[in-house]
């Protein structure tokens, strides 16, 4: 069942008896371009390992200078919110491609400062701090995406919960690293201090019971897609592209005849794309995997995404990816149908015009189940065209 085939895998942390991994270099999705017919270009040229050197030599120099090319996009990436972003421009804004980054970097570090987990001081975690003593002003970002994830929760039948915080520490992602399983009892425990519908909003201020806490880990990147996407627009930019670690949207067109295109991933094998998917101005996608972040213990490999109604991690799906009118929807929606699984996110979609989903079910072999109006936008390689499903 669990078959996995990457090797170069990095190791943030190895303690005697424990491994805690991090796929960092798999990012799901990829941008690509018309002429890349299967992986990227890098990827190909790459894992060719018959090729001889001179020939290899040749190529890497011919994708340089395609790279350099005026004619096409051009990408700068860099670190941000603990995974790798980047800004893409179409042609006609290479020059400023420098500023459009300054642009989305400001807001992504901006976010971070309210949002993040991580930092001590930022609204999130002084929500937790005053748990159960008192309502705190939060920002006005914070409170919309607040009210977000509980509309998410609500629409995703309580899959999708941001006060998974606590199950999300005892698993040990995002904090204690553990050795083994925890105990049910402490599992149960926790499950206590899970529903996002106890999160009090009102008047500009947030409120959390005693104990609970959040988490915006499946929702914050989107949120900071859209407002980056947002930003750019303002400053005059008329065709580029966001990534914030598989969070993706675009804005216009990549070239005058060509939408911007999305390479897939293959959840069992990181240098392979399974197909593309097309996205006209204005939409998102985002995927949401069981091979980008997760903890082994005694030999298994753990999810990062817990069902919040068992409080354990998800097992059955390797990769979901949603494609939506906005980068908060997508982000949410990915993770939530990843809890929910294929045929209950079935229902949920029914009530979500200009969203479409695609779902990697984790056995071997790969299969990709679509949703009708994903069948449109979603070109298999050649030779994944037998692996589609129709959802
Ligand atoms: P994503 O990669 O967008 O699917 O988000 C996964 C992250 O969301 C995890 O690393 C946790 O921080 C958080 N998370 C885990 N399980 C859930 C859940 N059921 N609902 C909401 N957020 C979750
Ligand atoms: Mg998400």
């Known amino acids: 069942m669990h078959r996995y085939s990457w090797a170069p895998i990095a190791r943030l942390r190895a303690e005697p008896g424990l491994q805690r991994v991090l796929l960092r270099s798999a990012r799901p999705l990829v941008?690509?371009?018309?002429?890349?017919?299967?992986?990227?270009?890098?990827?190909?040229?790459?894992?060719?390992?018959?090729?001889?050197?001179?020939?290899?030599?040749?190529?890497?120099?011919?994708?340089?200078?395609?790279?350099?090319?005026?004619?096409?996009?051009?990408t700068q990436s860099f670190h941000s919110m603990g995974t790798m972003a980047s800004v893409t421009v179409a042609a006609g804004y290479r020059e400023r491609l420098p500023q459009s980054a300054e642009v989305v970097r400001a807001v992504f570090r901006r976010i971070e400062s309210e949002l993040s987990t991580y930092q001590r001081?930022?609204?999130?975690?002084?929500?937790?701090?005053?748990?159960?003593?008192?309502?705190?002003?939060?920002?006005a970002e914070t409170y919309r995406v607040l009210e977000l994830s509980k509309e998410y929760g609500e629409l995703t039948l309580g899959a999708f919960d941001v006060t998974v915080a606590p199950l999300v520490r005892l698993w040990?992602?995002?904090?204690?690293?553990?050795?083994?399983?925890?105990?049910?009892?402490?599992?149960?425990?926790?499950?206590?201090?899970?529903?996002?519908r106890k999160i009090e909003l009102s008047e500009g201020t947030g409120f959390l019971p005693a104990g609970m806490s959040v988490d915006?880990?499946?929702?914050?990147?989107?949120?900071?897609?859209?407002?980056?996407?947002?930003?750019?627009?303002?400053?005059?930019?008329?065709?580029?592209?966001?990534?914030?670690?598989?969070?993706?949207?675009?804005?216009?067109?990549?070239?005058p005849e060509e939408n911007w295109m999305i390479g897939v991933r293959n959840p069992f094998d990181k240098e392979q794309v399974l197909g593309k998917i097309s996205l006209i101005d204005g939409m998102a996608v985002a995927t949401s995997g069981n091979y980008e972040r997760f903890v082994e213990m005694s030999g298994r490999r753990y999810s990062h995404i817990i069902d919040p109604r068992t409080g354990y991690p998800v097992e059955g799906m390797a990769g979901v990816t949603?494609?939506?009118?906005?980068?908060?929807?997508?982000?949410?929606?990915?993770?939530g149908f990843f809890v929910l699984g294929r045929d209950p996110s079935r229902d949920v979609l029914r009530k979500l015009p200009g969203t479409e989903v695609l779902f990697i079910p984790d056995r071997d072999p790969v299969e990709i189940w679509l949703?009708?109006?994903?069948?449109?936008?979603?070109?298999?390689?050649?030779?994944?065209?037998?692996?589609?499903?129709?959802?």
């Open 121 to 139: 001081d930022s609204e999130i975690s002084r929500l937790a701090e005053a748990a159960g003593r008192s309502p705190l002003k939060l920002s």
């Open 371 to 391: 949703t009708p109006g994903m069948v449109r936008l979603f070109s298999p390689l050649p030779e994944f065209a037998s692996s589609v499903r129709n959802l």
């Open 172 to 196: 040990g992602f995002g904090g204690q690293a553990r050795h083994n399983t925890p105990a049910p009892e402490l599992i149960q425990e926790r499950l206590r201090l899970v529903d996002f």
């Open 216 to 255: 915006l880990g499946g929702i914050g990147k989107g949120y900071a897609v859209d407002l980056a996407y947002e930003a750019l627009r303002r400053s005059g930019f008329g065709a580029a592209m966001v990534d914030l670690g598989g969070n993706i949207r675009v804005l216009g067109r990549a070239e």
């Open 31 to 74: 941008f690509m371009t018309s002429s890349d017919g299967g992986r990227p270009r890098i990827l190909r040229l790459i894992s060719r390992k018959t090729v001889f050197l001179p020939l290899l030599l040749s190529l890497l120099i011919q994708l340089a200078m395609s790279s350099c090319s005026p004619r096409q996009p051009a």
């Open 322 to 335: 949603v494609i939506s009118l906005n980068a908060t929807i997508a982000d949410a929606l990915s993770t």
